[in-house]
């Protein structure tokens, strides 16, 4: 296994989207990352992206024993209405670094994984989401916050917990959870974490919806409308 540097050992990630004046066309729906060979990942390019202008983007990561079309299906009705673009990295293990252990692996992954997305189209700086299901969505705000200065939204779809290294900025935080959960019971998952970000100082908007493990379509619209509003 290739080192891991300090940075990403600590959760870091050094990718920001570039300054692209007339990029070559990227060719629109679902293609392989292209980065991994047993575990990789995919992009989303909606149709009809003006190739010239900046668009959003969503890092969308999937829970424990997840893949990335998993977590595409989640938001490709919305990328497509709204002209986003979604990155789908897979973990390298069963699950993400963090939950196995320690931040590193996965971080690096997904450090190359935003600078291929960068390099094909341009993104807007002030539109970057990390969102996830689950074990991803505890990892979404764990790296979230950690990169608050890249992310400036985090969309956590029934949260385990969190677990940063440090934080930095403030990005907006949307949490839904099913109060009928088996998997991430509410009552020490989203109903600890949330009172907690608050009192940091993060800006939440915490929705509980009657079911289970899921991710029902609204949660999905608010979400997104929360991120793009």
Known sequence: MASISLAHASGHLSARPETIAVPPRVAPGRQALGLGRERDGMIYIPTRLDPAQP??????????????????????????????????????????????????????????????????????????????????ASYALSVGVINGELFDHILAFSPGFVAPTQTEDAPKIFISHGVHDEVLPIGPCSRRIVPSLERAGYDVEYREFDGSHVVPPDMVDLAVARFLG
């Open 55 to 136: 668009a959003p983007l969503i890092v969308a990561l999937h829970g424990a024993g997840g893949i990335a079309s998993q977590m595409l299906d989640l938001f490709v009705r919305s990328a497509e209405a709204r002209g986003m673009i979604l990155l789908a990295p897979e973990s390298r293990g069963h699950t993400w670094d963090v939950i196995r252990g320690g931040y590193g692996p996965d971080i690096s992954f997904i450090d190359e994984a935003l600078k291929k997305v960068f390099q094909m189209h341009p993104v807007d700086p002030q539109r970057i989401a990390v969102s996830g299901f689950s074990d991803g």
